[in-house]
């Protein structure tokens, strides 16, 4: 006799956690994911499908394979891993789970997703980033992003800000830094610019930005402008205590 598993009927879909990494398409006009684990070679929009990763007919999820997408259920669980070496530049997602689904211990293994919420973790420095830049790797056809902050990511190509991922990646996704704050329609894009004297903060006029998004900007130029002073004292007390400068 075959075993069943139980079925459930949800009144609204569950909501589950997982890592992925940051892309943008070769062209720059969509934003997506891609997994770090078993199906990593293939990139995902915000509302996706999965199949069978070695080519089976099936659908995903089979009961007799590991195929689909997977997430936990614990939000803590998730955050755990971008603690490895290999997953620090990895963004945590906040997933529905639609279609049909197996329930595991820690977790679903389901047929299809849709990414609600993006944080980013901090810049490779430590500091709070806000932008996605160029993370060296990438797939056909992609290009992996990686968590940056306005000083490091100047100059380099392609950049987008925080907004402008959620844009290109569409759906009504949000996507937020560290403790979660929303970016902004009218936040930083490294694209825009950056002058040779200093920060640019592109779309902010005339933008119908609200009051949150001026003072997340003003609080970002202070960390940094804080950051600055910090290195001209250090060097300051360098040049005191050193040899006579010609």
Known sequence: ?????????????????????????????????????????LPYGVLAEASCVYGLRHRAPHRRCDCGFHCVHDRAAAEALLCTAEHRTAVLLEVSVLGAYI?????FRYARQRVRVVTVGACACGALADALTEAGWGRPGWRGLVPCCRGCGRGRRPALSLAGFARLAGGGVRVGAGAGAVAGAGAWDMAGGVGAGGVALAGLEGAGVGVSELVAEAALLQARLDWFQAQLARLGERGDGGAPQG
């Open 103 to 107: 329930r595991f211990e820690r977790g």
């Open 1 to 41: 006799m075959r075993m069943r598993l139980p079925a459930e009927r949800p009144a609204e879909p569950p909501t589950g956690y997982k890592i992925a990494q940051p892309m943008l398409s070769q062209d720059g006009t969509r934003a997506g994911f891609t997994g770090v684990s078993l199906g990593g070679a």
